[in-house]
């Protein structure tokens, strides 16, 4: 499953020669997000992979979640500005690298084996925890920009959104 995000190219910056194709800017205090409800029976294997640009420090927001309406799970940032998954068994999976450059882009792994996730930030692999945690590719609504019904709206851009669902 690949989440649809058609948005016309992101002028960044003054420079008008630089696009990036097929991206997004999302602002916490416009609370915009895409939603797709996911067909998965969850215990598949999976990636879920974007390259993303913050536009706010400090505070908690999620880019990426997956929610049954009462219980999420969720990737984004905590206030420490620190890469974190909240999961269903209420403990929150943390980095201990903090991603505080708001001029940068970071490229973001989840992958699945169905068993583990490992998630990796721009190629290095920062954290790993059990897959039967998260509501990731089961058939519950996705969001790109929020964590399940609350407030955590990611603030930044988000580009190349990507997720695979590998049906075994």
Not at 39 to 67: D, H, I, V
Not at 70 to 80: E, K, V, Y
Not at 148 to 168: C, P, Q, R, W
Request: proline share 2%.
């Amino acid at each position: 499953m690949t989440l649809p995000v058609e948005i016309n190219p992101l002028l960044l910056g003054s420079n008008q020669g630089y696009q990036i194709s097929r991206s997004v800017r999302l602002r916490s205090s416009a609370t915009a997000w895409l939603n797709r409800t996911a067909s998965g029976s969850g215990g598949n294997p999976f990636t879920f992979s974007c390259w993303l640009k913050r536009g706010a420090l400090a505070t908690r927001q999620f880019f990426f979640a997956a929610t049954n309406g009462t219980n999420n799970s969720g990737i984004g940032f905590d206030a420490s500005d620190r890469l974190c998954v909240v999961n269903n068994s209420g403990a929150d999976n943390v980095s201990t690298a903090a991603y505080r450059d708001p001029s940068a882009w970071y490229h973001i792994v989840m992958n699945s084996n169905g068993t583990n996730v490992i998630v990796f930030v721009n190629g290095q692999q920062s954290f790993t925890f059990a897959a039967s945690v998260v509501f990731f590719n089961t058939a519950v609504s996705h969001t790109i920009g929020r964590l399940g019904v609350s407030a955590l709206h990611f603030d930044g851009y988000l580009t190349e959104i990507n997720f695979i669902d590998v049906v075994s």
